[in-house]
């Protein structure tokens, strides 16, 4: 009888273990799931956060222009000035001679269409300024007379419509016939844009009606930010017309 308690008790000990043993498996399985499937959300996280910016800006690259900002119709642009350029001298540093000295170019028209400007044009890899960094207005307009349109906005564009600006510059140079394009924050110490005009578009043709003896400029003032109007500015007035388009 003491045996066979025994072997009964020796059963149960077996019996136990053997449970203990799959309860602990099950645990751990478990354990490794939690693993797998956390890492798995951290991997999808990762994945996440590296593609769909790049999917993001795939779209905004492929937007159309006039999806940008307002319609051209209710960015309250002016009807396009043509301005007359009568001299396109360099001037300032590096040029030499009596202009040496030169660190400010007074132009007739706010924002400029052309003129003379310094030696060194902004280089085309770069095509947004704020007020922090923008370039000299002079350099940008050795920029117009290589074919560029450029951009300004004054200082009570902010949030929203600056991102919208900012978005709009990634956007343009994709096309290759329109790389040439910059925006940049106005100085508005050189002249205020007219009252209810935050938005100039500006852009240097070799000739035209009533040209000056460089070529005519052209300007267009906007209310708002309009990627339609960007749009058909660049469109009237191509990187092909200005003065010295084949330079970079």
């Known amino acids: 009888m003491a045996n066979k308690t025994k072997r009964s008790e020796a059963r149960d000990r077996r019996a136990k273990l053997e449970e203990m043993r799959r309860a602990q498996k099950a645990s751990e399985r478990r354990r490794n799931l939690i693993f797998v499937v956390l890492t798995a959300v951290v991997a999808l996280g990762i ?25 051209a119709a209710a960015a309250q642009c002016d009807p396009v000035t043509n301005d007359p350029v009568d001299s396109a001298t360099h001037v300032g540093q590096g040029t030499g001679g009596s202009t040496e000295s030169i660190t400010h170019v ?28 923008r370039p000299p207005i002079e ?33 343009v ?7 040439k ?5 106005w100085d508005e110490s050189r002249g205020a844009f007219p009252d209810g005009k935050h938005i100039a578009l500006s852009h ?10 460089h070529g005519l400029g052209h300007r267009q003032l906007c209310g708002q930010v309009s990627g339609e109007a960007v749009d058909q500015f660049m469109t009237q007035f191509p990187s092909s017309d200005a003065p010295e388009p084949n330079a970079p």
Do not use: C
Request: charged share 20%; aromatic share 10%.
């Open 173 to 179: 140079p994709k096309d290759s016939d329109r790389r």
């Open 47 to 71: 994945i996440a956060a590296a593609v769909v910016p790049m999917i993001n800006k795939s779209r905004q690259n492929n937007k159309a222009l006039s999806d940008f900002g307002v319609s």
């Open 139 to 171: 350099n940008l307009v050795h920029n117009l007379e290589h074919g560029y349109t450029i951009l300004w906005y004054d200082s009570t564009v902010t949030g929203d419509q600056l991102t919208t600006l900012k978005d709009l510059s990634s956007r």
């Open 181 to 185: 394009f910059i925006v940049s924050a």
């Open 106 to 133: 007074n132009y007739s028209t706010v924002p400029p269409v052309g003129g003379n400007h310094f030696l060194t044009p902004v280089p085309i890899d770069r095509h947004f300024y704020t007020a922090e960094d």
């Open 204 to 213: 240097w043709s070799a000739s035209g009606d009533g040209a000056g003896p």
